[in-house]
């Protein structure tokens, strides 16, 4: 059951917002490098914080927000997925197909919410965790590619805001039962790499399927969207395939570390 609030909501203030201040994200990303650098030099010498029950709670967040997300938006794909041929659903404007409302809202907190997600970042320095190539990347190209999808109003955005809420709620719900000491002996860590991977190869799919419909037809995406879109999945399948091979198949009893 949506709210009120959510059917009614328009998303045009917050789209605007992201149209006027593109350089947002750019800063953002700038100074979360430079935090991740200096952040290591300051735990160099110093003893790791033990945080564990503020990332846990943290963890916990993500997966609500993650699930909410996900029952406000999936149905709208599904729905658009039974109504529109695949072509409309990649090229519709996303004025006409799930900009506003309770879809429109929650695609909208998908975008702003890369940014708070950054806070992960923090639990590893302070924790003095492993920073893999892979977290930071994959928080610096997600923050950069959607403000810009969601700027110039890319129609592909459902597919990519449905596939990762739904994976995301599973991933941080998991880390949250692996920091309180519940984790479930049934829910294989290799399971959630393998959404992860899938989640790649589809996002790399839809990109080059929009690709070639590009000059053919009136698709409301820019063409640098989805390239840019087309680099970032496939980097992201190539290092996700690498980091499931490695830790599942070369070292399987290695203990799974946060990837995001």
């Known amino acids: 059951m949506t709210t009120l609030f959510e059917q009614n909501y328009d998303s045009t203030p917050g789209?605007?917002?992201?149209?006027?201040?593109?350089?947002?994200?750019?800063?953002?990303?700038?100074?979360?490098?430079?935090?991740?650098?200096?952040?290591?030099l300051y735990m160099a010498?110093?003893?790791?914080?033990?945080?564990?029950?503020?990332?846990?709670?943290?963890?916990?967040?993500?997966s609500v927000f993650s699930f909410v997300g996900m029952f406000r938006t999936v149905p709208q794909l599904i729905y658009n997925l039974n109504t529109m041929t695949l072509?409309?659903?990649?090229?519709?404007?996303?004025?006409?197909?799930?900009?506003?409302?309770?879809?429109?809202?929650?695609?909208?907190?998908?975008?702003?919410?890369?940014?708070?997600?950054?806070?992960?970042?923090?639990?590893?320095?302070?924790?003095?965790?492993?920073?893999?190539?892979?977290?930071?990347?994959?928080?610096?190209t997600v923050l950069l590619f959607c403000?810009?999808?969601y700027a110039t109003e890319a129609s592909t955005g459902l597919f990519f805001v449905s596939m990762n809420y739904s994976v995301h709620a599973i991933m941080y719900g998991y880390?949250?039962?692996?920091?309180?000491?519940?984790?479930?002996?049934w829910l294989n860590p290799g399971f959630i790499?393998?959404?992860?991977i899938a989640q790649m190869l589809i996002g790399t799919t839809l990109c080059a399927m929009t690709y070639s419909l590009l000059g053919t037809t009136n698709c409301s995406v820019k063409r640098e969207n989805v390239i840019a879109g087309g680099l970032m999945y496939g980097s992201y399948l190539y290092l996700f395939t690498d980091f499931?091979?490695?830790?599942?198949?070369?070292?399987?009893?290695?203990k799974v570390k946060k990837l995001l």
Not at 20 to 38: D, K, N, Q, R, S
Not at 109 to 116: D, E, W
Not at 175 to 184: C, E, T
């Open 244 to 254: 499931a091979c490695k830790r599942f198949f070369k070292n399987p009893s290695t």
């Open 193 to 196: 790499t393998m959404c992860q």
């Open 45 to 62: 010498n110093r003893q790791a914080y033990d945080l564990q029950m503020s990332l846990a709670y943290w963890n916990l967040f993500l």
């Open 87 to 140: 072509q409309e659903n990649l090229c519709t404007d996303p004025k006409d197909s799930f900009a506003n409302g309770a879809c429109g809202l929650w695609v909208q907190l998908f975008i702003y919410s890369k940014v708070p997600e950054l806070v992960d970042t923090f639990f590893i320095v302070a924790r003095k965790k492993p920073l893999l190539f892979l977290h930071w990347y994959h928080h610096v």
């Open 147 to 149: 403000w810009h999808s």
């Open 15 to 40: 789209l605007l917002f992201a149209k006027e201040h593109p350089y947002i994200p750019v800063g953002i990303t700038m100074y979360y490098l430079a935090a991740c650098y200096f952040g290591r």
């Open 175 to 185: 880390y949250y039962l692996m920091a309180v000491n519940a984790k479930p002996a």
